[in-house]
């Protein structure tokens, strides 16, 4: 029988080894004196760069609905703290430092969560939305991408009105499972958030215009069943574009996929036997 780990031994040291990461957060951010991003404007940057709409109550297999009312109420809390934010030549953004902790005295509810591959609720839960827009955009940008998680190679709910590639997600938790970027150009960027009845909208904006536009999708996808076990595959490029000449420059693998799926397929789903 293997042995249990530390914070596998109850809830109270699970708790104790979650609050010892989150303190070494802090402290490698005190020691590296990285400089974050911390100015917002409420005027936005004169360039578009990208911009993106999500819906934010999706149907994801069997979760309760109540859980996406509730989300929709965290991520209007959440976009408050980053809404209008300057990413200056030199400096970092991350998502928790806007945002801090997601509690119930600053209004936040219990939404969806995932916990070891399984979905969960817990308060402040469906900011890994908000990250998952941020990084979209990010994506179609010059910006250095320099933390980003996913959630341990696994297809975890159907597809419901999907827009992006598979694969193109995130993963955080506060503060240790962060979604940082930082920003190694010359140009000053602008992240611009908000909610509306529907959908969480955002806009990424830039002083200068980019010298090149980016084109992310995907690429030989299926699914196949392998020792009886349905797995997702496929490649996610992203391609650079010249915006003078509209050829590609350059095409980069940013992401393969080989993610188990974790939920009952339906009957008409193609599956490749492996």
Not at 5 to 18: A, D, G, K, N, Q
Not at 226 to 231: A, C, D, M, Q, R
């Amino acid at each position: 029988m293997a042995r249990k780990l530390f914070c596998e031994i109850s809830p109270f040291t699970y708790r104790l080894s979650v609050e010892k990461e989150i303190m070494k957060r802090h402290l490698n951010d005190f020691l590296n004196k990285t400089r974050f991003a911390r100015e917002r404007t409420k005027e936005p940057l004169p360039t578009l760069v990208y911009q993106h709409n999500s819906l934010i109550r999706r149907r994801l297999g069997n979760v309760n609905m109540q859980l996406q009312e509730n989300k929709a109420n965290n991520l209007a809390l959440a976009v408050k703290h980053i809404n209008g934010l300057l990413i200056r030549p030199g400096e970092t953004f991350s998502v928790w430092k806007m945002i801090g902790r997601t509690t119930k005295k600053k209004g936040y509810k219990e939404g969806l969560t995932i916990e070891k591959g399984e979905p969960s609720q817990g308060i402040g839960g469906g900011m890994c939305q908000l990250s998952n827009l941020i990084h979209w955009m990010v994506l179609h940008s010059d910006l250095t991408i320099t933390e980003h998680h996913h959630h341990d190679a696994l297809d975890l709910f159907p597809d419901f009105g999907r827009q992006i590639p598979f694969g193109t997600g995130t993963s955080i938790s506060y503060n240790y499972i962060d979604y940082r970027v930082k920003n190694n150009t010359a140009n000053t960027y602008q992240l611009r958030l908000w909610v509306d009845d529907e959908y969480l909208c955002g806009e990424l904006r830039a002083a200068e215009q980019l010298p090149h536009t980016f084109h992310i999708h995907a690429e030989n996808e299926f699914f196949s069943r392998e020792n009886g076990i349905v797995y997702r595959n496929g490649q996610v490029y992203r391609d650079t574009i010249d915006r003078t000449t509209g050829k590609c420059v350059e095409k980069q693998l940013i992401r393969t996929n080989h993610a188990r799926v974790m939920y009952e397929c339906p009957p008409d789903l193609v599956i490749k036997e492996l």
